[in-house]
C-alpha cells in the first residue's frame, strides 16, 4: 500500500522559513523522482517541482525558484522542502508524491495522496 505521510506545517510571518518532510512508504522509493504540490484554498493542486532519485535534478516553478529547496534522504524514504523567505501566496495545503518529471512536464506515479500538510504565513 502506497502512503505519503506530510509533515512540519505551520504558521509562519511572511519572510520566514519552514522545512517539509514527505514520508514515503509502499514502494522502492530511491526508484523514483519526487515531486511537491500545493493546493490553496479554491484552488486545484498545484506542481510546486520535483527532484530525481538521486537529488542531482531539480526543477522549480517560477514562483518558488530561489526560495524553495528539494532534498532527500533515500535510507529515509523521506524527501524534504525546505522553504525561505515565505509569501501569503505560499499559503496552501503541501503534498508530495512520486513523478516522471522532465522540467515543467509531470507525471504523477500514483493515485495515492497523503493529507498533507498546513503551511499559513500571515502576520
Known amino acids: 500500500q502506497v502512503q505519503f505521510v506530510e509533515s512540519g506545517g505551520g504558521l509562519v510571518q511572511p519572510g520566514g522559513s519552514l522545512r517539509l518532510s514527505c514520508a514515503a512508504s509502499?514502494?522502492?522509493?530511491?526508484?523514483?523522482?519526487m515531486g511537491w504540490f500545493r493546493q490553496a484554498p479554491g484552488k486545484d493542486r498545484e506542481y510546486v517541482g520535483g527532484?530525481?532519485?538521486?537529488?542531482?535534478?531539480?526543477y522549480y516553478v517560477d514562483s518558488v525558484k530561489g526560495r524553495f529547496t528539494f532534498s532527500r534522504d533515500n535510507a529515509k524514504n523521506t524527501v524534504y522542502l525546505q522553504m525561505t523567505r515565505l509569501k501569503p501566496e505560499d499559503t496552501a495545503v503541501y503534498y508530495c508524491n512520486a513523478v516522471h518529471f522532465s522540467g515543467s512536464e509531470y507525471s504523477l506515479q500514483y493515485d495515492d495522496w497523503g493529507q498533507g500538510t498546513q503551511v499559513t504565513v500571515s502576520s
Open positions: 527532484i530525481a532519485w538521486n537529488g542531482g535534478n531539480t
Open positions: 509502499g514502494f522502492t522509493f530511491n526508484d523514483y523522482a
